[in-house]
């Protein structure tokens, strides 16, 4: 029974992995990511024994993130793959990981700004000039940034406080 919810539980950070280099090398999340990581979440909720009631508070915090990311993606500062991206992770997360994720999300939005701020600078940009097409397009000036890298990241490093992942994790 172990190894089930093992293996249902690493869905989540393999779809959010994929999610991110998807956002990375293309700029574009498919949606099949976030369905995939919705569909996973009740079989994963419920084998690892979190209540119904639990459930639902998962499924209200998922719910708020979509309503966030879609204002962010309204207001130009996020994709829209991003936008769900975050809501499905989110979902995952629960109350009260949700916080930590938000707070990992952001630093890690910051650090990979800084990042590709220097990949654009003068001094890198020669360095990747032969690089892969993907590389390049990130080193492009006014480029978009890949925000899905910074969600992953901060799943990825919020996961053990998500309420899926106490049981077996925690």
């Given at each position: 029974m172990q190894a089930l919810q093992i293996s249902l539980l690493m869905v989540f950070p393999a779809l959010a992995i994929v999610g991110a280099l998807k956002d990375?090398?293309?700029y574009?999340?498919?949606?099949?990511?976030?369905?995939?990581?919705?569909?996973?979440?009740?079989p994963a909720a419920l084998i690892s024994g979190v209540s119904l009631p639990q459930i639902g508070v998962c499924l209200a915090v998922g719910l708020g993130a979509l309503v966030l990311g879609m204002g962010m993606f309204a207001a130009g500062w996020i994709g829209g793959?991003?936008?769900?991206?975050?809501?499905?992770?989110?979902?995952?997360?629960?109350?009260?990981a949700v916080l930590p994720f938000l707070l990992y999300t952001g630093l890690a939005g910051g650090a990979l700004t800084f990042a590709i701020l220097a990949l654009r600078s003068g001094w890198v940009a020669p360095m990747v000039a032969g690089g892969p097409a993907w590389?390049?397009?990130?080193?492009?000036?006014g480029g978009d940034l890949p925000y899905g890298v910074a969600i992953a990241a901060g799943a990825l490093i919020a996961f053990p406080k998500a309420l899926l992942a106490q049981g077996v994790l925690g």
């Open positions: 990375l090398t293309s574009t999340i498919p949606n099949w990511v976030s369905l995939a990581l919705i569909a996973a979440f009740v793959g991003d936008g769900k991206l975050l809501a499905a992770c989110a979902l995952w997360m629960g109350w009260p590389v390049r397009r990130l080193g492009q000036s």
